[in-house]
């Protein structure tokens, strides 16, 4: 029975990855060697999206901002009871990279000031925003000057979308932040 229930689910998981047509998927600590591992299967790919090197580029960096941003700034203690995910797909138009890990919710009431801002700016505004983020943070912790901002600004950037979040509460003070950036395809 055990067999038929594994061969079950593992067959549903298969499903559905290929139905949302997710390229990788990963679920776990995200440490230096699994960015590390993740970036070179991406770089050393044979541009199996047959898509511009320059569409390529944006994945890669927003991959990395993605894996960084988990791996720097996590920060619920539990987290050996809490794994990150991070899928990489394409839809119809446009590739999307998620990621998705514990938050304190007060950070995640930061997040949201932060990701709803960054929406509502035009480009060249968040232009702006990123040189300012980039000056204040020389020379300072990066943590202390909201690090995670400059690579959510990056992100928003490069991808040339609007970013996409949910918080999922998960229990008391920790929500689950899911974060969708979509790389348009031409």
Do not use: C, W
């Amino acid at each position: 029975m055990v067999l038929e229930q594994a061969t079950n689910y593992l067959f549903d998981i298969y499903q559905t990855l290929s139905r949302e047509k997710i390229l990788l998927s990963y679920l776990g600590e995200i440490t230096p060697d699994l960015t590390n591992s993740v970036l070179k299967s991406v770089k050393n790919e044979q541009n199996p999206y047959n898509e511009k090197l320059n569409v390529k580029k944006k994945i890669y960096n927003i991959i990395v901002e993605s894996l960084e941003n988990i791996y720097k700034h996590a920060e619920v203690k539990e987290k050996e009871n809490r794994p990150s995910i991070f899928l990489f797909g394409s839809h119809a138009q446009h590739y999307y990279i998620i990621s998705g890990n514990y938050v304190y919710t007060q950070t995640g009431e930061k997040l949201k000031r932060t990701i709803d801002e960054l929406n509502s700016l035009d480009r060249d505004n968040m232009r702006k925003k990123y040189r300012t983020a980039l000056l204040q943070s020389s020379g300072e912790d990066m943590r202390e000057t909201n690090g995670a901002g400059i690579g959510l600004i990056d992100m928003a950037l490069k991808s040339e979308n609007k970013l996409e979040y949910q918080f999922r509460d998960a229990s008391a003070g920790i929500s689950f932040f899911t974060l969708i950036v979509k790389v348009n395809m031409n």
